[in-house]
C-alpha cells in the first residue's frame, strides 16, 4: 500500500494490553514510544482499524520541533505521513522500545 495511504496515532501505554496488534502494523516487541514510555504510536493503512478507534487515550495533535501544534488530519484524528513525520523530527522525544503487553 502507498504511503499517502499510511496513517498514525499516539496513545497512553496503559492502553497497549487492549490493543489487537494484528490488526496495525506494529507490534510490542519493538514500537515507538516517547522518552518517558508514556505514549506510543502505532501506524496501519487504509482506514483505521476498530481496535484503534477503540483506544480512549488517542491524541488528535502533537507538538513539532518548533513547538507548532501538528493536527492529525485524518480519520478520527489520525495523522497523515507528512503530519506524523513533523512530530516524529523532535531530536530525543521518539525511541524504538519494548512493550511488556502487561500495562493496561
Given at each position: 500500500?502507498?504511503?499517502?495511504?499510511?496513517?498514525?496515532?499516539?496513545?497512553?501505554?496503559?492502553?497497549?494490553?487492549?490493543?489487537?496488534?494484528?490488526?496495525?502494523?506494529?507490534?510490542?516487541?519493538?514500537?515507538?514510544?516517547?522518552?518517558?514510555?508514556?505514549?506510543?504510536?502505532?501506524?496501519?493503512?487504509?482506514?483505521?482499524?476498530?481496535?484503534?478507534?477503540?483506544?480512549?487515550?488517542?491524541?488528535?495533535?502533537?507538538?513539532?520541533?518548533?513547538?507548532?501544534?501538528v493536527a492529525g488530519s485524518g480519520e478520527s484524528g489520525s495523522?497523515?505521513?507528512?503530519?506524523?513525520?513533523?512530530?516524529?523530527?523532535?531530536p530525543g522525544v521518539w525511541t524504538s522500545h519494548v512493550i511488556?503487553?502487561?500495562?493496561?
Open positions: 500500500m502507498a504511503w499517502e495511504n499510511r496513517r498514525y496515532t499516539i496513545f497512553n501505554v496503559s492502553e497497549t494490553g487492549s490493543l489487537d496488534w494484528d490488526s496495525v502494523l506494529d507490534n510490542p516487541a519493538i514500537c515507538k514510544t516517547n522518552k518517558t514510555g508514556s505514549f506510543v504510536m502505532v501506524k496501519w493503512d487504509g482506514n483505521m482499524p476498530s481496535a484503534v478507534k477503540s483506544l480512549t487515550t488517542r491524541v488528535s495533535s502533537s507538538a513539532d520541533k518548533d513547538g507548532n501544534i495523522f497523515t505521513w507528512s503530519e506524523f513525520q513533523r512530530v516524529l523530527d523532535i511488556s503487553g502487561s500495562e493496561g
